[in-house]
């Protein structure tokens, strides 16, 4: 398994996570900047891990 096949396979970029919210991707990065959403900084980028984003989900955190 190659880096890129486990990163497509296991996180989402932020604008991934903003499109699905249906919210900006700028208020995505600062709802992940302030722990809102689970996400993991990787160098300069930002991701998302998918499990953890659809956990937050199913507990109702959507305070955006």
Known sequence: MTNETLHESSVYSVLTVAKKLGI????????????????????????????AFNAWLGQGHLEI
């Open 24 to 51: 900006c991707k700028t208020h995505a990065h600062k709802l992940c900047k302030n722990g809102t959403i689970p996400s993991v900084k990787l160098g300069r980028r930002t991701v998302v891990p998918i499990a």
